[in-house]
């Protein structure tokens, strides 16, 4: 039981310390990103028409996704729609099956893998 406890000790202080770390790296970013606000303020830009971009998630290795695309095209040929691709690949991979942003993100994935082999003729 000792050392169950002290592993989350452990554990918590190493979570805490990441936390910490971040929250710094955070306002560090806050206040870059309000300096560049400034300087475009200054030229007469409105720094609220500009959209945030977002950050690209990586969630399956190089190559995985057609790999996976491909063997479910030869082990269920009726799956034919993105939908149901991407339904197949979350339960593969043993993901959530019942988020809808998950399935929402793995469709348009399925989609443009799609559109990207069969533009090139694989």
């Given at each position: 039981?000792?050392?169950?406890?002290?592993?989350?000790?452990?554990?918590?202080?190493?979570?805490?310390?990441?936390?910490t770390h971040?929250?710094?790296e955070l306002v560090e970013m806050e206040a870059e990103l309000s300096n560049?606000?400034?300087?475009?303020?200054?030229?007469?830009?409105?720094?609220a028409t500009i959209q945030d971009v977002g950050v690209y998630n990586r969630?399956?290795?190089?190559?995985?996704?057609g790999?996976?695309?491909?063997?479910?095209?030869?082990?269920?040929?009726?799956?034919?729609d993105n939908v149901d691709i991407a339904r197949e690949i979350i339960a593969r991979k043993e993901w959530d099956v019942d988020s809808a942003f998950l399935l929402s993100v793995v469709r348009t994935?399925?989609?443009?893998?799609?559109?990207?082999?069969r533009r090139r003729g694989l």
């Open positions: 039981m000792k050392h169950v406890i002290s592993g989350l000790i452990k554990k918590r202080a190493r979570l805490a310390g990441e936390i971040r929250h710094r560049i606000d400034g300087v475009l303020k200054a030229y007469g830009y409105d720094t969630m399956f290795k190089m190559k995985e996704l790999r996976l695309i491909r063997q479910i095209g030869r082990e269920r040929p009726e799956l034919a994935r399925v989609k443009d893998a799609r559109k990207y082999y």
